[in-house]
Structures are given as structure tokens and as C-alpha cells.
């Protein structure tokens, strides 16, 4: 005989940050700050919106040319948990993201020096105009540790499904999804806490 499910529908909400894209960005030359809110339905299903803000500062060692931008972006979503005791203190899900980024970039280069005519030429532009739309197929692991503390990390495969890159050809940064390109394998590590 089957135990009816007594749950109430809705268990609260979570609200979180990553660390990994915080630490590329502090440290590195590109990164993001995401963060996210997520309902906890019957601590099976868990639908979720993240946003963050997207920045990259970057000078190619070679070419010397420099990519500048800073901008919003947003995913929707839902995150299942896959284990057969839900009530468990920890949580293994799989999921699906909607991801959309609109942004601007400028690009500066040296002057290019004309090998048979002489003469410079310049290359790069200010305010470019990009958008992007991706899939984002979502894996990972929550932990509560102490209370309404809970760790969590997840590897995230981005399939890029429509996008424009602007006037000057691929933008080397994507905010949120990261170098350009069409698909990528990215992950997070979040702090978060539970409601």
C-alpha cells in the first residue's frame, strides 16, 4: 500500500550566491556575481530564477587587443531532486535554465600599420551591441551544514540557441555564460540559506 505524500506544497524558499564566478571575477579577468532565489515545492521540485552581473576586463598578450564590458543577465529554471527520500538533509538535482544576455562591449586595438601603403589604420569600436539566448542543463548537490546553512555546487553544460554578436564579429565574453562560443562547460559553488 502506497503512504500518501503529507507534505505541505509549498516548504519555503532559499536564496543563494555563488562563489566561483565572484572569485573569477575579484581574480581573474572575467567573472560574474549570481545570485538566486528558489522555491522549495514538496522538497521535490524547485523552481528557480538567477541573475547576476557579468564583467570582463581582458588585453590579449599577443594582439594587444583589449575587451571591456559590464552587464546584467537572467536565467529561469527548475531543479528536481532525485533522490528517493526528499526529506533527506541533502538534496542531488537535476535540472533545466532559460538563459538570456543583452550587453555592450568596446574593443581597442593599436593602430594597424598598412605593410604596402603605409599609413595606420584603426580597429575596434565602442558600445557593440550584443545578445544571447542559451539552454542550460543543470547537475548538482546541496548539503545543509547548520540550520539554514546550506553548501551546494553544480556543473552546468550551456548550449547556445540563438545570439548576436554585434558589428565587429564574436565578442570574447558572454556575461553569464562566459567565453563565446557554442556550447561550454561551466560550474558553481553556492552558500546558501534557506527560508
Known sequence: MEVPDTLPFYRGVAVSADLVGAGMAVFGDYGQYEGAVRLNLRNRYFPVVEVGLGKADHTDDVTKIRYKTSAPYGKIGIDFNLLKNKNDIYRL???????????????EHPPLTDPVWGGNTEYGGSGIKCHYHWAEAVFGVDATIWGPIHLGWSVRYCQRISYDNGTLGNSWYVPGYGKDGGSRLGGTFNIIFEI
Open 93 to 107: 538535482y537535476g535540472g533545466v535554465r532559460y538563459a538570456y544576455a543583452s550587453w555592450e562591449y568596446d574593443l
